[in-house]
């Protein structure tokens, strides 16, 4: 039955219909974000509006181990050159980083400024992301988007939720696109949820994302835990449902936000494509992949990422 509701629903919407998901022109954005997110959609990278986003915040978010299997990583420069040479829309870098490396890139890699941010040191008990740059320090910096991090779930949401209302006021006024890390996280969610991976978490992270303002939002593919799923709020609890459709439950719930799919840990390049491949065909409207691209070395990084343009090429908008 929850199958049949979500094809009904995603038919109507156009939703694993190539050329008909939602567009720029559905999302009823005012001029500068929408020119923001045109130079985004259809002036770099595979230029048919899809995105294809190389984020490199995890220098700080994991700390200097995630560049301990390729050395060469640590060095900005890597992702820089990445993202120009392997036809990236954007690139997504903390405040520090946009300040002692964009300037060479400008004008070739458009930016998007993440804003907020936290070490791994602390439980994500009660994760929280505090900022530490500004809309303004955005526009400053020539971005065409900025980032923002929301644990949804955590105890400290209400924080989290507050912090955030002044960013998407900031960006309402600079016409800027908001990218949203809508990441379930929390005591609760870890331990009596299901996980943070599952359907329930990852649907009602997209959900609370369009909910609270963002144009478009990350998320991680979702899965269902069979050993965890009693544990899942109803009707999550007994969904019986393929990648395929679990991934288009998400884009459903994101209504009028763009969906990108996050990288997560890196993996081959079969399964990178095969992934990549749902989703598309689920609705959403490309990739933000790090640690799967600039966790190679440079040559391999370059096909990586040639290999998932061609892919994309297949979903213009």
Same mark, same amino acid.
């Given at each position: 039955?929850?199958? &049949?509701?979500?094809?009904? @629903?995603?038919?109507?919407?156009?939703?694993?219909?190539?050329?008909?998901?939602?567009?720029?022109? !559905?999302?009823?954005?005012?001029?500068?974000?929408?020119?923001?997110?045109?130079?985004?959609?259809?002036?770099?990278?595979?230029?048919?509006?899809?995105?294809?986003?190389?984020?490199? !915040?995890?220098?700080?978010?994991?700390?200097?181990? !995630?560049?301990?299997?390729?050395?060469?990583?640590? *060095?900005?420069?890597?992702?820089?050159?990445?993202?120009?040479?392997?036809?990236?829309?954007?690139?997504?870098?903390? @405040?520090?980083?946009?300040?002692?490396?964009?300037?060479?890139?400008?004008?070739?890699?458009?930016?998007? %400024?993440? %804003?907020? $941010?936290?070490?791994? /040191?602390?439980?994500?008990?009660?994760?929280?992301?505090?900022?530490?740059?500004?809309?303004?320090?955005?526009?400053?910096?020539?971005?065409?988007?900025?980032?923002?991090?929301?644990? /949804?779930?955590?105890? +400290?949401?209400? #924080?989290?939720?507050?912090?955030?209302?002044?960013?998407?006021?900031?960006?309402?006024?600079?016409?800027?696109? @908001?990218?949203?890390?809508?990441?379930?996280?929390? #005591?609760?969610?870890?331990?009596?949820?299901?996980?943070?991976?599952?359907?329930?978490?990852?649907?009602?992270?997209?959900?609370?994302?369009?909910?609270?303002?963002?144009?478009?939002?990350?998320?991680?593919?979702?899965?269902? *835990?069979?050993?965890?799923?009693?544990?899942?709020?109803?009707?999550?609890?007994? =969904?019986?449902?393929?990648?395929?459709?679990? =991934?288009?439950?998400?884009?459903? +719930?994101?209504?009028?936000?763009?969906?990108?799919? +996050?990288?997560? +840990?890196? /993996?081959? !390049? &079969?399964? %990178?494509?095969?992934?990549?491949?749902?989703? =598309? *065909?689920?609705?959403?409207?490309?990739?933000?992949?790090? #640690?799967? =691209?600039?966790? #190679?070395?440079? &040559?391999?990084?370059?096909?990586?990422?040639?290999?998932?343009?061609?892919?994309?090429? $297949?979903?213009?908008?």
């Amino acid at each position: 039955m929850m199958t &049949e509701v979500n094809d009904k @629903v995603a038919q109507a919407k156009g939703v694993g219909k190539k050329g008909s998901w939602l567009s720029l022109e !559905d999302m009823d954005l005012p001029t500068g974000k929408k020119v923001r997110l045109h130079r985004l959609l259809y002036e770099h990278g595979p230029k048919n509006g899809t995105l294809m986003v190389l984020p490199i !915040d995890q220098g700080l978010e994991h700390g200097p181990r !995630d560049f301990a299997t390729n050395p060469p990583s640590a *060095d900005p420069e890597f992702q820089y050159r990445l993202a120009l040479e392997g036809g990236y829309c954007a690139i997504a870098v903390q @405040v520090g980083l946009a300040e002692k490396y964009q300037n060479k890139y400008a004008g070739k890699v458009p930016l998007i %400024l993440k %804003l907020n $941010g936290k070490t791994e /040191v602390p439980p994500d008990d009660e994760a929280f992301s505090p900022l530490n740059a500004s809309v303004e320090d955005a526009v400053r910096l020539g971005a065409d988007a900025v980032g923002y991090t929301i644990y /949804v779930g955590s105890p +400290s949401q209400d #924080r989290d939720f507050a912090q955030f209302r002044g960013v998407r006021q900031d960006a309402q006024r600079y016409g800027i696109p @908001v990218i949203v890390w809508a990441y379930p996280r929390g #005591r609760e969610m870890d331990r009596d949820k299901g996980g943070r991976e599952s359907i329930y978490a990852v649907d009602y992270a997209a959900r609370v994302a369009c909910e609270l303002g963002a144009d478009v939002v990350k998320v991680n593919f979702p899965k269902i *835990d069979e050993k965890k799923q009693a544990q899942y709020p109803k009707p999550y609890d007994t =969904m019986k449902a393929t990648e395929l459709e679990l =991934m288009k439950k998400v884009v459903e +719930s994101a209504g009028k936000t763009l969906v990108l799919l +996050s990288g997560g +840990s890196k /993996v081959g !390049d &079969e399964e %990178l494509l095969r992934k990549i491949k749902v989703a =598309m *065909d689920a609705g959403v409207v490309g990739i933000i992949f790090g #640690r799967n =691209m600039w966790q #190679r070395k440079y &040559e391999d990084a370059i096909r990586a990422s040639k290999k998932v343009t061609e892919l994309l090429k $297949g979903y213009a908008r």
